[in-house]
């Protein structure tokens, strides 16, 4: 099994580095060297201050914190916030697996305590609500390929397969996320969106025969649920659920939890993505795949052959 990033590969990286001078990649540099992210962020920051800019040192002061990251509480309150948390450490271990001065006594012991994290936050919580039944899921993958148990993938794959199969409608829109008439529907059907595509992405490049993004049923796949809420990036006239809606608290959304659009457009290259994704980057988001522009992102064309 693959390991080294969950979302992205060497060829990612290297794509990265050729193209540091031009945008979106220099502004995504830029974050990644000067950006300050507390709590988890520093984690992920960390590893990817590694695996991108080899930067030996980073790497070695976040390995400390790691130790005992599954036991810190989350920053954010309820379920949701502690399987985010255990995401974005597993993410973190990830990337710093590799490193010089993560020896395998370290190893161990992390993925040992992981696994029990994992179980008792399952078995804890035997009905959880939509979104946090979804991002179960994206835990369950990112902690299969990190202890590589392919049965523990193998329950991320049936959360995936069962939302594109019964709850992603034709158009795009989840009825389990955006039906609450809270004012958080669009919130939510962005959190459903990446939880899916992080799953199908993870699974991609964990070296298993696992192409979720290839998914589909009666057309309805993963992209189909996230390109869906863009459409409201600039107006929410249209949008049915949440009365009011301000564009500014949609934009909002987008900027803490839109990592996963930089991982669609590179896959898609729709260019209805591209326009929000100038007004968004350098995307960063800490439980959404980290820095995805820097990952993820495709050089801006310079002129008629680029």
Known sequence: MNHGGLYFTREHVQMARSSRTREPFQAAFAALENGAYPGSGAWVQAGCRWKILEDVNAGALALLPLEDALDKP????????????????????????????????????????????????SLGHPNPGYIEWLWMGTLYMAAGIALERPAVMALAVETFETAIREDVRPQGFIPNAVKNDDGRGLERQVLAASALVLMAEAAAHSGEPLDLWGYAVRGVTAVTA???????????????????????????????????????????????????????????????????????????RKGLFG
């Open 226 to 300: 996230a390109i869906y809420p863009i459409y409201y990036f600039y107006t929410t006239q249209k949008w049915a659920w949440d009365a009011d809606l301000p564009v500014e608290a949609v934009q909002a959304v987008f900027r803490q939890h839109g990592g996963y659009l930089e991982i669609v457009h590179r896959r898609t290259r729709l260019k209805d993505l591209y326009t929000v994704l100038t007004d968004l980057r350098p995307v960063v988001d800490i439980h959404g795949g980290g820095f995805t522009t820097l990952t993820h992102g495709l050089p801006v």
């Open 74 to 121: 989350p920053a954010a309150p309820g379920l949701l916030g502690q399987i985010m948390h255990l995401h974005t450490a597993v993410h973190a271990f990830e990337l710093l697996r590799d490193h010089p001065h993560c020896d395998p006594a370290f190893v161990e012991r992390w993925l040992d305590r992981l696994a029990e994290r994992v179980e008792a936050l």
